[in-house]
């Protein structure tokens, strides 16, 4: 089945540090990944749509400065969280749907970042 | 936008007690989904449905897409200490592949 990689798993940094995290498709290529973010006890978030060779598209409230998207091939979404605060802190999670054989929706997940700002 | 209300929020059974749970929609999704997630980790894909009244089981897993396509409920049958977790149902909303995740079911099952 369809695999996406997430990396790195966790991170503890200090406020005003950049992190990046990536997320890759690893047995197929997706023109589309998505990025969510998850507090304690709730459910995902989408935060934004990436789309490889062009803009990333970002859900309502989600600052674009602050969350920058690169999905500079068909295999590989990065997410930078810009100059991060202790309020970025949360559990990050990207997902990508295989257009071959997931075309009415299914997304696998990566095993998520969890971002922890001190 | 389209939302997505799950119940119930949370569930304690015994081990060996089946589990039932559902999700509702004021809208029409042509697709629903069923994940879980365990702690620390993503979500993993349970069953996906794709028709109106479709019944579709995954091992001890039951769920079926609502006639009304408004609505999906899952099943777990025998329930064991492996199946503790969140359980998500998901729809792709207007933009194919954008989900709408449920509130999720935080399932415990006691020894």
């Known amino acids: 089945g369809a695999v996406v990689s997430q990396h790195p798993s966790r991170v503890i940094c200090k406020s005003g540090t950049s992190v990046k995290i990536e997320c890759r498709s690893l047995?197929?290529?997706?023109?589309?990944m998505f990025w969510y973010r998850q507090f304690p006890k709730q459910s995902l978030m989408l935060m934004a749509t990436s789309n490889e060779g062009s803009k990333a598209t970002y859900e309502q409230g989600v600052e674009k400065d602050k969350f920058l998207i690169n999905h500079a091939s068909l295999t590989l979404s990065t997410l930078t969280v810009t100059s991060a605060h202790p309020e970025d802190s949360s559990f990050y999670i990207c997902?990508?749907?295989?257009?071959?054989?997931?075309?009415?929706?299914?997304?696998?997940f990566g095993d998520g970042t969890r971002l922890s700002i001190l | 936008g389209q939302q997505l209300n799950q119940s119930p929020q949370s569930m304690f059974i015994q081990e060996g007690e089946d589990v039932s749970m559902n999700c509702t929609s004021s809208?029409?999704?042509?697709?629903w989904l069923w994940y879980k997630q365990d702690p620390g980790e993503g979500p993993v894909l349970l069953i996906a449905?794709?028709?109106?009244?479709e019944l579709t089981s995954n091992g001890r897993l039951t769920a079926q897409f609502g006639t009304t396509r408004k609505d999906s409920f899952l099943n777990i049958s025998a329930s064991i200490p492996s199946d503790v977790g969140i359980y998500f149902c998901a729809g792709p909303n207007l933009y194919i592949g954008q989900l709408t995740f449920g509130s999720g079911t935080q399932l415990t099952v006691l020894p």
């Open positions: 449905l794709y028709k109106a009244g």
């Open positions: 997902s990508a749907r295989d257009p071959y054989l997931d075309a009415q929706g299914p997304q696998h």
């Open positions: 047995d197929f290529q997706a023109t589309t």
């Open positions: 809208s029409i999704f042509n697709t």
